[in-house]
């Protein structure tokens, strides 16, 4: 249930009172995994999603026949349209081939994790955060339902393990045999959420890798608010996701951009739609916020809480490779936007500063490499 004060943001959410630390060493460990893995020079890339398959233009257009329920923040007048633009990546830390054999030799292709991020431009309205010098609202989208990580104190410990063990993530999924009780719980409650979402048939997630990255369907995870009293998670969804075999293609270290190229081919293309869905819930007794909100690892019941299409993202044929760099100068966050999207949970509190960072270090000229804070 709902607990605390007054703002509809601060009932909703559950701070921990070393949250603050927590997260500030996250942003330390962000900053020195960067630096590593680039020899403490720049050009930096993204702390993770370095690799792009392609950035496209689109046009995100508000359903005509909008409910009034789902007439909220952006989406208040049926119809609008929006310029977008949409980074496609691969979410592994290191620009890697697209679907690696895991193991490695085993011949297994495995479906990796990918990203679609959106942001729409020219929205108007009240900030979330009034000088972040945007008048956009982003949507950055993995291709599961819920993230990998529950919450802040989860993360730090990954990003310890991460930093003291050069990227080997391994100790922190070893934490099943820690002989902290906690530790352990914690880390039993994941594994039986994770082994869960594998059994059910969602859309994608978890299934064979995509012919391109048009073929995914794509969900924010974390929660968000919608408007007054309710609370929203988001998704893109392919109108009509090609499926079939790939073939020798997989084996090709760069298919998903070769692929997102063909299908967008200048001549020949079509139009690629995604519907724009909400997966909306009322805020009431039946929301739990130490599940619900602040435990990123949570699956919302689509039984209980369907995705409802509420806008349309039109893709035109075009020339991925016009854009390149303006491709990797592109700034997304979920912090960038409407207040009437805040970003709820411990996850997302921490995605804000931690994007700031990365975003520094990429914003370094490659030709005057900043002093190493430590
Ligand atoms: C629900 C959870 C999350 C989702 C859906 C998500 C999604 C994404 C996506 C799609 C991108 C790529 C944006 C682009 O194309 O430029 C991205 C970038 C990034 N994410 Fe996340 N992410 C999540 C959680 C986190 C967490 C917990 C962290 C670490 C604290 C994190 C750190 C980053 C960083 C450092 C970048 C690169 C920022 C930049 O330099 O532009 N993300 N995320």
Same mark, same amino acid.
């Given at each position: 249930?709902?607990?605390?004060?007054?703002?509809?943001?601060?009932?909703?959410?559950?701070? &921990?009172?070393?949250?603050?630390?927590?997260?500030?060493?996250?942003?330390?460990?962000?900053?020195?995994?960067?630096?590593?893995?680039?020899?403490?020079?720049?050009?930096?890339?993204?702390?993770?999603?370095?690799?792009?398959?392609?950035?496209?233009?689109?046009?995100?257009?508000?359903?005509?026949?909008?409910?009034?329920?789902? /007439?909220?923040?952006?989406?208040?007048?049926?119809?609008?349209?929006?310029?977008?633009?949409? /980074?496609?990546?691969?979410?592994?830390?290191?620009?890697?081939?697209?679907?690696?054999?895991?193991?490695?030799?085993?011949?297994?292709?495995?479906?990796?994790?990918?990203?679609?991020?959106?942001?729409?431009?020219?929205?108007?309205?009240?900030?979330?955060?009034?000088?972040?010098?945007?008048?956009?609202?982003?949507?950055?989208?993995?291709?599961?339902?819920?993230?990998?990580? +529950?919450?802040?104190?989860?993360?730090?410990?990954?990003? /310890?393990?991460?930093?003291?063990?050069?990227?080997?993530?391994?100790?922190?999924?070893?934490?099943?045999?820690?002989?902290?009780?906690?530790?352990?719980?914690?880390?039993?409650?994941?594994?039986?959420?994770?082994?869960?979402?594998?059994?059910?048939?969602?859309?994608? +997630?978890?299934?064979?890798?995509?012919?391109?990255?048009?073929?995914?369907?794509?969900?924010?995870?974390?929660?968000?608010?919608?408007?007054?009293?309710?609370?929203?998670?988001?998704?893109?969804?392919?109108?009509?996701?090609?499926?079939?075999?790939?073939?020798?293609?997989?084996?090709?270290?760069?298919?998903?951009?070769?692929?997102?190229?063909?299908?967008? &081919?200048?001549?020949?293309?079509?139009?690629?739609?995604?519907?724009?869905?909400?997966?909306?819930?009322?805020?009431?007794?039946?929301?739990?916020?130490?599940?619900?909100?602040?435990? &990123?690892?949570?699956?919302?019941?689509?039984?209980?809480?369907?995705?409802?299409?509420?806008?349309?993202?039109?893709? /035109?044929?075009?020339?991925?490779?016009?854009?390149?760099?303006?491709?990797?100068?592109?700034?997304?966050?979920?912090?960038?936007?409407?207040?009437?999207?805040?970003?709820?949970?411990?996850?997302?509190?921490?995605?804000?500063?931690?994007?700031?960072?990365?975003?520094?270090?990429?914003?370094?000229?490659?030709?005057?490499?900043? &002093?190493?804070?430590?």
């Amino acid at each position: 249930m709902a607990t605390g004060t007054s703002s509809a943001s601060t009932q909703l959410e559950n701070v &921990a009172s070393e949250e603050a630390e927590q997260i500030a060493s996250i942003v330390k460990a962000t900053e020195a995994q960067l630096r590593f893995r680039y020899g403490n020079k720049p050009p930096f890339l993204r702390g993770v999603h370095p690799k792009a398959h392609g950035c496209v233009e689109a046009t995100f257009t508000v359903m005509e026949k909008l409910g009034e329920k789902y /007439r909220v923040g952006l989406f208040a007048q049926p119809g609008r349209q929006y310029r977008a633009d949409i /980074r496609f990546s691969n979410a592994a830390p290191l620009v890697t081939p697209d679907s690696p054999e895991d193991p490695p030799q085993s011949g297994k292709r495995g479906h990796g994790s990918r990203g679609m991020a959106v942001k729409l431009h020219g929205v108007g309205g009240k900030r979330l955060v009034p000088d972040d010098g945007e008048d956009t609202q982003d949507f950055l989208m993995i291709n599961q339902p819920v993230f990998a990580f +529950a919450n802040v104190e989860d993360y730090e410990v990954l990003s /310890r393990v991460v930093a003291e063990d050069k990227e080997d993530p391994r100790r922190f999924f070893g934490r099943l045999a820690s002989t902290n009780e906690k530790v352990r719980t914690r880390a039993e409650v994941t594994k039986k959420i994770i082994d869960r979402i594998k059994s059910l048939s969602l859309p994608d +997630a978890f299934a064979a890798p995509p012919l391109s990255p048009l073929d995914n369907r794509y969900f924010t995870a974390a929660p968000f608010l919608f408007g007054e009293g309710h609370v929203a998670k988001f998704s893109a969804n392919p109108a009509a996701p090609v499926e079939g075999e790939l073939g020798d293609a997989i084996a090709e270290k760069d298919y998903l951009r070769a692929a997102l190229n063909k299908r967008l &081919a200048v001549t020949g293309g079509d139009d690629i739609v995604f519907y724009f869905e909400v997966q909306r819930r009322p805020i009431d007794a039946n929301l739990n916020i130490d599940d619900d909100i602040e435990n &990123a690892c949570t699956f919302w019941d689509e039984k209980k809480y369907p995705f409802e299409k509420v806008a349309m993202i039109t893709i /035109r044929p075009q020339d991925i490779n016009a854009r390149e760099e303006a491709c990797e100068r592109l700034e997304f966050s979920p912090w960038h936007g409407l207040v009437e999207h805040r970003p709820l949970g411990s996850i997302n509190r921490m995605r804000r500063t931690v994007y700031e960072k990365s975003w520094e270090l990429r914003r370094c000229p490659v030709s005057t490499a900043p &002093a190493s804070s430590g």
